[in-house]
C-alpha cells in the first residue's frame, strides 16, 4: 500500500536524522569571536583558537554570520582589520534584540530556524534567543574549544559544492542586488543572466553532493527522503532507476549542483520518487526545468508519470509546482500523496534558460 511504503521510508529517514545538521553558525562579537567590547577599547583581539574554528567551519560548508549589538560600521570595520569580515553571510549590527537578527540571517539565507546555532558569551542574549526560537540550537562560548568535533558540525562528506559554499552564496548577493534594481519583468531578468542547466545521469564522483542534498534540503523536497551514499550507488547502477543531478550557471557563475531526482521506470507508468532542489535556486524556476525534463522523457517513452509526495511543514512549494503542473492526485493516505501526469504531451522549456540534457 502507498501508505505502508512511504512511512517505512519516512522512518528510516526518521532515525538518519535524529542528529541536527547545523547549515549556520550565527556568532555574537564581543566576548565572543574577540576578548573585550569594542566600543570601550578599539585594539580587541581574537579568542585564541577562533580563526581556526571559523576556517574550518568554512571548510565544511557551514555558513556562518554575525549578530552583534555594536555600531554596525565600526563593527564591521573592525572585522576586515582583522580579515574576518568575508566569512560572514548578511551580518546583522544593530542596538536590536538577537531574536530578530537571528531571524533574518535565517531568512535572508533561505534555511530554517532548526539548522542554526547561534554562539553568545551572555546567558541573557542566549535566553532571549532560545525563548523567540526555541529550534535555534544556542550555544555558551565554552563550547567553541570542543566545538568541531560536535556531530552537528560534522558533514559526513566535505564536497566541492561545501567548500565552495560561501563563495556561491556572495555570489548570490551581487545578483540579488542587481535583481532588486532591475525595474522590468521577471523573465526579462532570468533571460539577462544566461542561465544554463545541465542534466545527467549521476556518476560515482557525484554520490557525496546527492546524498549532502538529501540531508540538506527540505523546503524544495518532494518526500523528505535521505538516501546514504551507498543506497544511490545502487539506484545509479540499477536498470529500474534513473538517478539525475542538475548543475546551473550563468554570468556569473556557478550554482553548483542544486538538484536531484530519482525515477523508478516500469512498463506501464514511470514514478518520480524524488525531485529535490537547493532553496538558492528557488527563484529560478528550476524545479519546474527538471520536472519538463522527465516528462518529456516519459511522454518519449509512451508511459505516464507518476510521483511520491509527503506533506510536511515545510514543502508545500513542491506540492504547488506538482499541481500547476498538471499533475492529479490519484491516492491520497494521510501526508502521503500519489500523483500522475498523462504525458501525452511534451512541454517545452522556458526561454530563459538553455537546458543540456543527457545524452
Wanted: aromatic content about 8%; hydrophobic content about 40%; charged content about 25%.
Amino acid at each position: 500500500m502507498l501508505n505502508e511504503a512511504l512511512q517505512a521510508e519516512l522512518e528510516k529517514s526518521a532515525a538518519e536524522d535524529e542528529v541536527r545538521a547545523i547549515k549556520v553558525v550565527v556568532w555574537d562579537l564581543d566576548h565572543t569571536i574577540w576578548h573585550g567590547v569594542l566600543l570601550e577599547d578599539g585594539e580587541v583581539h581574537l579568542r585564541a583558537g577562533i580563526l581556526e574554528v571559523i576556517q574550518e567551519l568554512d571548510r565544511r560548508g557551514i555558513l556562518q554570520s554575525v549578530a552583534s549589538k555594536n555600531d554596525p560600521a565600526t563593527a564591521l570595520a573592525k572585522l576586515a582589520e582583522l580579515g574576518i569580515a568575508d566569512y560572514f553571510l548578511y551580518p546583522q549590527i544593530s542596538w536590536s534584540v538577537k531574536s530578530e537578527a537571528v531571524r533574518t540571517i535565517a531568512a535572508s539565507i533561505n534555511v530554517g530556524l532548526d539548522t542554526l546555532a547561534f554562539i553568545d558569551d551572555q546567558a541573557f542574549e542566549r535566553e532571549e534567543v532560545a525563548f523567540s526560537h526555541p529550534q535555534v540550537l544556542c550555544l555558551d562560548i565554552s563550547a567553541i574549544p570542543r566545538l568541531l568535533e560536535r556531530p552537528e558540525f560534522m558533514p559526513r562528506f566535505v564536497t566541492a559544492d561545501s567548500k565552495n559554499r560561501r563563495l556561491m552564496y556572495l555570489t548570490d548577493i551581487r545578483r540579488n542586488a542587481v535583481e532588486q534594481e532591475f525595474t522590468g519583468p521577471k523573465e526579462e531578468f532570468l533571460a539577462g543572466l544566461g542561465l544554463h542547466m545541465t542534466l545527467n545521469r549521476a556518476a560515482e564522483g557525484d554520490l557525496q553532493r546527492a546524498e549532502e542534498l538529501t540531508k540538506r534540503t527540505h523546503q524544495l523536497n518532494t518526500t523528505g527522503y535521505t538516501y546514504s551514499y551507498d543506497e544511490l550507488k545502487e539506484f545509479m547502477a540499477s536498470p529500474r532507476h534513473d538517478l539525475l543531478i542538475a548543475s546551473l550557471e550563468d554570468k556569473y557563475g556557478t550554482y553548483g549542483k542544486i538538484g536531484l531526482c530519482l525515477i523508478e521506470r516500469g512498463a506501464q507508468h514511470w514514478t518520480l520518487k524524488l525531485l529535490l532542489m537547493s532553496c538558492r535556486v528557488m527563484s529560478r524556476g528550476v524545479g519546474t526545468v527538471m520536472m519538463s525534463h522527465i516528462i518529456r522523457r516519459a511522454h518519449q517513452a509512451g508511459v505516464s508519470l507518476r510521483a511520491e509526495f509527503i506533506r510536511t511543514e515545510k514543502n508545500r512549494m513542491m506540492y504547488i509546482t506538482y499541481r500547476f503542473g498538471n499533475f492529479q492526485v490519484i491516492e491520497e493516505d494521510g501526508a502521503a500523496v500519489l500523483l500522475q501526469h498523462d504525458c501525452r504531451a511534451a512541454p517545452d522549456y522556458p526561454d530563459y534558460i538553455t537546458v543540456i540534457e543527457p545524452a
